[in-house]
Each structure stands twice: as structure tokens, then as C-alpha cells.
């Protein structure tokens, strides 16, 4: 059974971490989290689900204005070959979780440590980070380093790397 929000925030509270989370209205997209932000601070991520032709299996947590190319992101991530979606009854296998509220939060439900969690080094240019807190209608803000007690707790030790490749202009 996926764990709560309630107990979500019990787990981040038990390790001394500090959140703030605002509820709002339901979202589904990058573009209508945008337009109910209102003055949330920090980075905003979208997350990836994603599988390969061996049924590994990654959450990609970038900047919402990060563009991923599905193409060849196998080649850093680590994947035994390209990358497609993961199907919803995976993502709600492993990580408890539905379409439109995917969260690197979500690994508090990867108890087998099914899905490598891989993070967009840039998110960690910001004084918090924000995920969905296992639902989509409410966006929790956590200090990188806070995430990062976060995912080791859990049992998850993240790959951090450069998502998006350099403008070559």
C-alpha cells in the first residue's frame, strides 16, 4: 500500500528535515503548475518515468524548462538501451504513484529499490527544490541538501549529472 502524504511528511520530519508544502488545485502539466504557482521560490522540476528494453527502470527529476532528448539520454543515465515511458501500473508499482504527480518523493514507496533516481545537477544551484508530496495537488519545497538526506534515507543513492548538453553558441 503507498504510503500517505501525512506519512510522507512523518518520514521527512523524523529525519529533522524542514519542509514547506502549499496545497493548490490539481495539476497535470508543467504549464498549469506555472500558472497556479503564485510566489512558491526554488527550483520547479518535471520527473520522467522512464524504462529501458530491460525493464530498468529511472525517475528523471530536471528543471520544468529542461528539455530532454528521449533520444540519447539512455547514454548518461545508464540504461541498457533507449529509453521509453514507464507504464502507469509500473509508476504506481513502484513508486505509488499516478500520471500527473510523478515526484522524487515518490521512492519513499520504492522499498526494493526498483528505480535508479537521477538528478538534474542544475536543480542544485537553488535554495530548495519543489516536488509534488506524493500528489499533485500540493507542491512541497526542500533544500537540496535536505533531498539529498531524503533519497539516502530511503535507500536511494541518486546519480547527479548534467541533463542538458551546452549550447554550443
Not at 524504462?51 to 547514454?75: C, P, Q, S, Y
Request: no cysteine; aromatic share 6%; charged share 25%.
Amino acid at each position: 500500500m503507498p504510503k500517505s502524504i501525512e506519512e510522507l511528511m512523518q518520514f521527512i520530519g523524523d529525519l529533522g528535515i524542514e519542509v514547506s508544502t502549499v496545497r493548490h488545485a490539481a495539476v497535470f502539466t508543467v504549464a498549469e503548475a506555472q500558472a497556479l504557482r503564485g510566489q512558491i521560490t526554488g527550483a520547479h522540476t518535471k520527473n520522467l518515468f522512464l524504462k529501458d528494453k530491460k525493464d530498468n527502470f529511472f525517475l528523471l527529476t530536471v528543471d520544468e524548462e529542461a528539455e530532454v532528448d528521449l533520444k540519447t539520454i539512455h547514454t548518461k543515465i545508464g540504461a541498457a538501451s533507449r529509453v521509453s515511458f514507464g507504464k502507469p501500473e509500473k509508476l504506481l508499482e513502484y513508486l505509488g504513484l499516478t500520471p500527473g504527480s510523478v515526484s522524487v518523493l515518490g521512492v519513499i514507496n520504492d522499498e526494493d529499490h526498483n528505480v535508479k533516481v537521477v538528478l538534474d545537477e542544475s536543480l542544485f544551484q537553488h535554495a530548495s527544490i519543489n516536488a509534488h508530496p506524493l500528489t499533485n495537488e500540493a507542491t512541497t519545497s526542500i533544500s537540496p541538501d535536505d533531498l539529498l538526506r531524503f533519497l539516502e534515507a530511503t535507500g536511494h543513492s541518486p546519480l547527479i549529472l548534467k541533463i542538458e548538453a551546452s549550447d554550443p553558441n
